[in-house]
């Protein structure tokens, strides 16, 4: 899975319209799957791999740094 509650698609909508402003996209319909995204883009004058690409960076990045976080909390607590 990709998304495990409702704040991770919120996330990932978050990310999907910055990389929209950025790069000058339009999105015509998108459906958020629990393994999976569907996205019907209209591109302009950039490579569709390079918005998907910095989509898909920053919710990785955003997915580690929250699960350092959770590690940090249950090992400084003891608990695993």
């Known amino acids: 899975d990709i998304f495990f509650n409702d704040e991770d698609r919120a996330k990932f ?7 929209i402003d950025q790069y000058h996209c339009q999105i015509h319909a998108f459906c958020l799957m ?11 004058d950039i490579p569709l791999s390079k918005f998907m690409q ?8 955003n997915h580690l740094t929250s699960l350092r976080i959770i590690l940090y909390i249950e090992d400084s607590n003891g608990t695993r």
Do not use: D, M, P, T
């Open 34 to 44: 629990r393994n999976h995204v569907h996205l019907a883009i209209q591109v302009s």
């Open 54 to 61: 910095s989509v898909s960076f920053r919710y990785f990045v």
């Open 13 to 19: 909508c978050i990310f999907l319209q910055e990389a």
